[in-house]
């Protein structure tokens, strides 16, 4: 189902020993389809680390009704920067504001 440039179109779930991997399907500006696997490693009941090729972008924090997207690779440290209804779109959301961070780092230290 696709919602608009820049949402999520689907997920596909494979379990691993410790973790999960997880295929997120996002339109970018171009109105092509990314497919990004995701790396979930449960930290808590309410909470996952999210890590994209070995590298942590961020977690996601179950709070109710809402999925909380937190952009950093620190618990302690990471930004919120966005809140959703549903998984998948928090995760697209958490990997469009770390593209947006990983931009700046590469810029900065240039």
């Known amino acids: 189902m696709r919602q608009g440039a820049g949402e999520t179109v689907s997920g596909a779930i494979r379990q691993t020993d410790h973790a999960r991997r997880v295929s997120v399907r996002m339109v970018n500006s171009a109105d092509e389809v990314d497919l990004m696997d995701l790396d979930i490693v449960p930290i808590s009941r309410d909470c996952e680390k999210i890590q994209y090729q070995h590298e942590v972008v961020g977690y996601i924090e179950h709070v109710g009704h809402i999925f909380v ?12 920067c966005g809140q959703c209804l549903l998984w998948d779109q928090a995760a697209a959301e958490l990997m469009r504001q770390a593209k947006t961070c990983r931009a700046a780092r590469v810029a900065g230290a240039a």
């Open 69 to 80: 997207a937190l952009c950093g690779s620190r618990l302690d440290r990471a930004e919120e």
